[in-house]
Nanobody
Framework: QVQLAESGGGLVRAGGSLRLSCAAS????????MGWFRQAPGKEREFVAA????????????QVADSVKGRFAISRDNARNTVYLQMNSLKSEDTAVYYC???????????????????WGQGTQVTVSS
């Protein structure tokens, strides 16, 4: 069973930074695209960032949502089976529960579609005060 455990959420003032981590286990991490999604109260879950699978010394390509472009960055450490979301210049509208997710298929081209991800963490709350 896929296990994804997010951490790093919390309360931060607008303009501040947080780094989320997602520790993965029980599967071959390097061959799956990983993503971050978020869900604010009363809203649907939305894509935030994704990072393609990568093996060896290959650099994984990434994609981020337009709403966070230039402020958020996704990265991965295959040796630690961990994916990160660095969030800078946080705004009140970034307040949400953030979820880590795994693509349902290994070696797939980078995807941002929620339906392409079938394994999810429990989520971590990020609250940005204005």
């Amino acid at each position: 069973q896929v296990q994804l455990a997010e951490s790093g959420g919390g309360l931060v003032r607008a303009g501040g930074s947080l780094r989320l981590s997602c520790a993965a286990s029980t599967f071959t991490f390097s061959i799956y695209t990983m993503g971050w999604f978020r869900q604010a109260p009363g809203k649907e879950r939305e894509f935030v960032a994704a990072i393609r699978w990568a093996t060896g010394w290959e650099t994984a390509s990434t994609q981020v949502a337009d709403s966070v472009k230039g402020r958020f960055a996704i990265s991965r450490d295959n040796a630690r089976n961990t994916v990160y979301l660095q969030m800078n210049s946080l705004k009140s509208e970034d307040t949400a529960v953030y979820y880590c997710a795994r693509d349902s298929r290994p070696y797939r081209a980078l995807t941002t579609r929620t339906d392409d991800f079938d394994s999810w963490g429990q989520g971590t709350q990020v609250t940005v005060s204005s």
